[in-house]
Every structure is written in C-alpha cells, then in structure tokens.
C-alpha cells in the first residue's frame, strides 16, 4: 500500500487558528495531537514485534521496549518518533534482516536472517488513520481555545 490520504478539510482554518495562539500554547497542542498519531503507530508496531525473548535474555521481547520520543527541531517545530529504546541495539537487524556473514568468534559461516519490517508494515497499515487522528485532536484542541478566547472576551 503506498500513498497518503487525509481528510484536508478544516486544515487552512487549524493552521491560521494556530498562528493567532501564543507560541507555547500552539506548540502544547501540536505535540499532544502529534503524540495521539504516536500512540497508534506505537500500538500497532507492538502487534506485529516479536514477542520472541530478546537477543539476550535481561532485554525481553522486542515488543515491550517500543517507546514514544518527542523532540523540538531547530526551528522550533515538534517532532514525535516511534522506535526502540536504546538497549535494543540490533532493532534495525530485525526491521531489514541481516545477510550471510562470518562469524569470527565462532568460525562458522552465519546464513543470515530475513527481515521482519514491523516498523515499516506499521507505517503502511496505519498512515491514514493517524493523520486523520492527529488532524481531528488538533482540530477538537484548537475549537476548544476558540472558546476558551471568546469566554475570556465576554467577560
């Protein structure tokens, strides 16, 4: 499955709702929004991670160390990425499958492994529900300082 469709509608009107708030607040809000997409991604990318033991036994199941990272970029945009934790140093082996190799300390020849593109299925799998998501809560957040603005401007 290949391409990217949302629901454009309303997304001027977000956007401009959006530069008239004060920076921290707009930033609040797209970072919530941003993270209610992450959590389905998140979610997904659990269902289809092994659930095998890890690679050593301390680490556990792939499955279980998927996590949320939400960083500000240089530019002051918001930036939420799904992955693995730190411990899980051969995540991307698993994701692409590793080729034939040598193995020195064993000295024996290692078939190599396919890939299980649990990261990449779940982008496909869950594309147009997360900007629909990330869409709606920024929408429903935005609608809601409208009212919060014109309360305060009536009272």
Known sequence: MSGFSVDKRGLKEIEKALKSLPSAVARKHVRASLRKGAIIIKDRAEELASRGKGF?????????????????????????????????WYAHFIEFGTSPHFQKKLKRLHPGTEGN???????????????????????????REARKAAKMATA
Do not use: Y
């Open 117 to 143: 593109p649990f990261l990449r299925k779940t982008v496909d799998q869950t594309r147009t529900q997360v900007a629909n998501a990330i869409t709606t809560e920024l929408l429903k957040r935005v609608q």
């Open 56 to 88: 050593r036994r301390e680490e556990g199941p792939l499955a279980d160390k998927i996590i949320i990272k939400s960083t500000r970029r240089r530019d002051g945009g918001e930036e939420i990425a799904v992955g693995t934790t730190d411990e899980i």
